[in-house]
């Protein structure tokens, strides 16, 4: 187990809850618990967590026996907890069902992932960064070798992206994190539907901190985030936390002004120096090229209206089908 550093031995133990969101993980989740009990009472040993700090799993829809092992978990231990969604409502959307059933417990909350790929032995130095007066903190990746060479290069492009848009944005941050319980407090104002909680918590402020980590192999099963997922998610971040895509639609309409403006005075000389343009070949190439331009900027509009009529609508972001 890890040794924290800097907490002196007057330095305040916090009762913390760690919400674990699972969506067909029954290889993989009991592994899990254990593990993360064990780190726990090593935390509580060095007076970093008090011994009633507990794990809280979300099953978010599984079709498997996930929950029956969280019901397992649950009846071994009181310190392991369990949510059970009525249905798949999403990553961010367990994520936040966790933090908000448990802020009122708790007074620290870590969100990590079921599959142990999230380092562990790191709590410790996220606990004693908190003693230190720090209000979140976040689990910073800094080797993908698990991960393939193509999944590495996108993620080099989305988070660049992401902090050309929003200076803000903490690269190779992911959703493991710890935060006291007064920033999920602030968080559980935020009412929107399209929740980014990677651009939300920097955007809510207070003292933060970042441990680095190198990610590990998953322990059991397999990933649950295609290559599709991955985009989307990618493309749910872009859309619900910048505006800078509808920005970039009003600049490819000015460069389409440019180019029609040049298109024509390249005709008007032609045309007067006795050589006219023959053939439409060019003329086909530039309808085919403005039409794919307004196509695209139409779906990005399209996007945030999309995104708009989610939010007037009002729905509830999650539905806890049964507790542990």
């Known amino acids: 187990m890890s040794s924290a550093s800097g907490a002196g031995p007057a330095a305040k133990a916090f009762r913390t809850c760690i919400v674990i969101p699972c969506c067909n993980e029954q290889e993989v989740i009991g592994h899990t618990v254990q593990v993360v009990l064990a780190e726990l009472d090593a935390m509580a040993a060095q007076g970093l967590v008090t011994p009633d700090s507990y794990i ?93 060479l193509p999944k590495r290069i996108a993620a080099w492009f989305y ?9 803000r944005t903490i690269r190779g941050h992911a959703d493991f994190r710890s935060a006291d319980a007064r920033v999920i407090a602030d968080l559980e104002r935020f009412g929107e539907a399209n929740l980014y909680l990677r651009g939300l918590f920097p955007l809510i402020g207070y ?3 970042q441990v680095q980590y190198e990610r590990r192999g998953r322990q059991a099963g397999v990933s649950k985030y295609s290559y599709a997922k991955l985009m989307s998610l990618a493309w749910q971040g872009i859309t619900s936390f910048t505006t800078t ?17 040049a298109v024509a005075c390249w005709v008007l000389w032609a045309a007067i120096s006795g050589n ?23 779906g990005v509009i399209g996007e945030y209206i999309g995104k708009i009529y989610k939010e007037v609508k009002h729905r509830p972001r999650y539905i806890i089908e049964a507790t542990a």
């Open 56 to 148: 809280c799993c979300v099953d978010d829809g599984s079709t498997d026996g996930t929950w029956q092992e969280v019901l397992r978990c649950a009846q071994g231990t009181p310190r392991a907890t369990g949510i059970k969604l009525s249905a798949n409502f999403g990553h961010p959307n367990a994520l936040v069902a966790g933090l908000f059933a448990n802020h009122h417990k708790a007074q620290v909350l870590i969100t990590m992932d079921a599959d142990l790929q999230d380092d562990v032995s790191v709590l410790a130095r996220m606990m004693a960064l908190h003693q230190q007066g720090k209000m979140v903190v976040y689990g910073v990746r800094t080797e993908r070798k698990v991960d393939v």
């Open 276 to 298: 006219p343009i023959q053939g439409w070949a060019s003329l086909a190439l530039l309808l085919a090229l403005f039409s794919a331009i307004n196509m695209i900027c139409l």
């Open 245 to 261: 895509p509808l920005r970039m639609v009003f600049y490819a309409g000015l460069i389409m002004f440019l180019v029609a403006v």
């Open 207 to 209: 003292p933060s901190a």
């Open 159 to 167: 988070y660049s992206a992401m902090h050309a848009m929003n200076g």
